[in-house]
């Protein structure tokens, strides 16, 4: 993994710089979320490392390039996405992630919780069949988050129940293997929804299905593509479009590779992007003003390489 950054925008200096490399021998996951986790300012890299047989956490320091704290490995998994919020209400953000499942083997998938500014493990928990995405909410207001997680087999919710210390399952549904999954309030009632991508045995017709914080299903839409990653369009209007990364294409025609936007609501198709030089994994597209100008695009990296559009 290397980090890149952009030097501040004018005409006469469009450079990027690289980082070192950290780690090597590593499987071709990843997961990294940018958090100064311990307010001095200076932002951090929540990361898991896709090293095959022991992955682990940390959180790294670009500037200086050194990991200003590591965790132990995952039980010879891969960490494959990381994502932050404040779970113990200390003010510091703290690090969720989720590993890899060992295919055919005894372990599973596992949610950990770490402390990073304390350097503890706030909780682990029980094995789940592969997972692939990591999010939180407080889907139920009472200030408390809670943690969604999507997996091969369908979606997970975890809540604190005092006087319990963890967090319990709250929810289950088993659907489709989970592709990606976001909770947001997208229709702006002040209550988040659940969308996913989950894929159908074949992996050729995935659906975009939306659930209430409940986890009742309220709607669903085949797409009739393959898609592989999902975000929300930022916009100035109440309600938001979905942004899709999908891939179509039968062998031996070379399969196409584009952003659709959908609304999230209907699943209509609103617009869908020119060709690119393939999907969008995981986690890998955000809204950034790399040009100081005030206006956002969308940047993006595709397994064929980084775009900014204009
Ligand atoms: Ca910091
Ligand atoms: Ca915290
Ligand atoms: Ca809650
Ligand atoms: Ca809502």
């Given at each position: 993994?290397?980090?890149?950054?952009?030097?501040?925008?004018?005409?006469?200096s469009?450079?990027?710089?690289?980082?070192?490399?950290?780690?090597?021998?590593?499987?071709?996951?990843?997961?990294?979320?940018?958090?100064?986790?311990?307010?001095d300012?200076?932002?951090?890299?929540f990361l898991?490392?896709?090293?095959?047989?022991?992955?682990?956490?940390?959180?790294?320091?670009?500037?200086?390039?050194?990991?200003?704290?590591?965790?132990?490995?995952?039980?010879?998994?891969?960490?494959?996405a990381?994502?932050?919020?404040?779970m113990?209400g200390?003010?510091?953000?703290?690090l969720?992630?989720?590993?890899?499942?060992?295919?055919?083997g005894?372990?599973?998938?596992?949610?950990?919780?770490?402390?990073?500014?304390?350097q503890?493990?706030?909780?682990?928990?029980?094995?789940?069949?592969?997972?692939?995405?990591v999010?939180?909410?407080?889907?139920?207001?009472?200030?408390?988050?809670?943690?969604?997680?999507?997996?091969?087999?369908?979606?997970?919710?975890?809540?604190?129940?005092?006087?319990?210390?963890?967090?319990?399952?709250?929810?289950?549904?088993?659907?489709?293997?989970?592709?990606?999954?976001?909770?947001?309030?997208?229709?702006?009632?002040?209550?988040?929804?659940?969308?996913?991508?989950?894929?159908?045995?074949?992996?050729?017709?995935?659906?975009?299905?939306?659930?209430?914080?409940d986890?009742?299903?309220?709607?669903?839409?085949?797409?009739?593509?393959?898609?592989?990653?999902?975000?929300?369009e930022?916009?100035a209007?109440?309600?938001k479009?979905?942004?899709?990364?999908?891939?179509?294409?039968?062998?031996?025609?070379?399969?196409?590779?584009?952003?659709?936007a959908?609304?999230?609501?209907?699943?209509?198709?609103?617009w869908?992007?020119?060709?690119l030089?393939g999907?969008?994994?995981?986690?890998?597209?955000?809204?950034?003003?790399?040009?100081g100008?005030?206006?956002?695009?969308?940047?993006?990296a595709?397994?064929?390489?980084?775009?900014?559009?204009?």
């Amino acid at each position: 993994m290397r980090a890149c950054a952009r030097s501040h925008w004018t005409p006469a200096s469009n450079q990027i710089t690289v980082s070192d490399q950290i780690g090597t021998n590593w499987a071709n996951g990843h997961a990294f979320d940018v958090v100064d986790y311990d307010h001095d300012n200076i932002d951090e890299l929540f990361l898991g490392s896709a090293d095959t047989y022991s992955g682990y956490f940390a959180a790294y320091d670009f500037n200086s390039n050194t990991a200003e704290w590591q965790s132990p490995s995952n039980d010879f998994a891969s960490a494959i996405a990381v994502t932050h919020a404040d779970m113990n209400g200390d003010g510091y953000p703290d690090l969720i992630g989720i590993t890899t499942g060992s295919s055919g083997g005894s372990g599973g998938s596992y949610v950990y919780i770490y402390d990073v500014h304390a350097q503890t493990l706030i909780w682990k928990s029980t094995g789940l069949s592969a997972a692939s995405n990591v999010r939180t909410a407080d889907l139920d207001h009472d200030g408390k988050l809670e943690i969604i997680v999507g997996t091969q087999t369908g979606i997970v919710i975890y809540g604190k129940h005092p006087p319990v210390s963890g967090y319990l399952q709250r929810a289950t549904v088993n659907t489709g293997a989970v592709q990606d999954l976001l909770v947001a309030d997208l229709d702006g009632d002040n209550v988040p929804e659940i969308y996913t991508l989950e894929s159908d045995s074949y992996m050729s017709n995935d659906s975009l299905k939306r659930y209430d914080s409940d986890l009742q299903l309220v709607h669903s839409t085949p797409l009739g593509v393959q898609a592989s990653s999902l975000y929300v369009e930022e916009s100035a209007f109440m309600r938001k479009n979905l942004l899709i990364s999908t891939t179509h294409g039968t062998y031996p025609t070379p399969s196409t590779n584009e952003i659709w936007a959908v609304d999230a609501q209907s699943g209509a198709e609103v617009w869908h992007s020119p060709a690119l030089p393939g999907t969008i994994p995981l986690n890998s597209l955000q809204y950034a003003d790399l040009h100081g100008d005030g206006k956002k695009a969308i940047s993006f990296a595709t397994s064929g390489g980084m775009f900014y559009t204009r």
